[in-house]
């Protein structure tokens, strides 16, 4: 069982920057890949990134990757997601998820944590 703490959502105006972290409780942290969704009001849960155990490999959605950076330490059991020049179509519930494999569909992840907020002025 892998318990999964988002934590710095928050309200920012656009062109602002944040960085999502992602607490996992597992022992095993290091054994999953950690991915980061995100859900609009009304939208589907969409890819943003993910990483593979190692954190030698990650992607990041084609129109998100020239400002979203996922990152990981394993000594701290956290996954990060860095975000800049936040935009207001940015404005979503943040999800990170653990998983077996480096995949890009929510059915691929086990574990899911409980989201944070990211709200984005104009």
């Known amino acids: 069982q892998v318990q999964l703490v988002e934590s710095g959502g928050g309200m920012v105006q656009a062109g602002g920057s944040l960085k999502l972290s992602c607490l996992a409780s597992?022992?095993?942290?290091?054994?999953?890949?950690m991915a980061w969704f995100r859900q609009a009001p009304g939208k589907e849960r969409e890819f943003v990134a993910v990483?593979?155990?190692?954190?030698?490999?990650?992607v990041t959605a084609d129109s998100l990757m020239d400002r979203f950076t996922i990152s990981r330490d394993i000594a701290k059991n956290t996954t990060y997601l860095q975000i800049n020049d936040l935009k207001p179509e940015d404005t979503a519930v943040y999800y990170c998820?653990?998983?077996?494999?480096?995949?890009?569909?929510?059915?691929?992840?086990?574990?899911w944590g409980q989201g944070t907020q990211v709200t984005v002025s104009s």
């Open positions: 990483i593979g155990w190692s954190g030698a490999s990650a």
């Open positions: 597992a022992r095993t942290f290091s054994t999953f890949a």
């Open positions: 998820a653990a998983g077996r494999g480096v995949g890009e569909k929510p059915a691929q992840f086990d574990y």
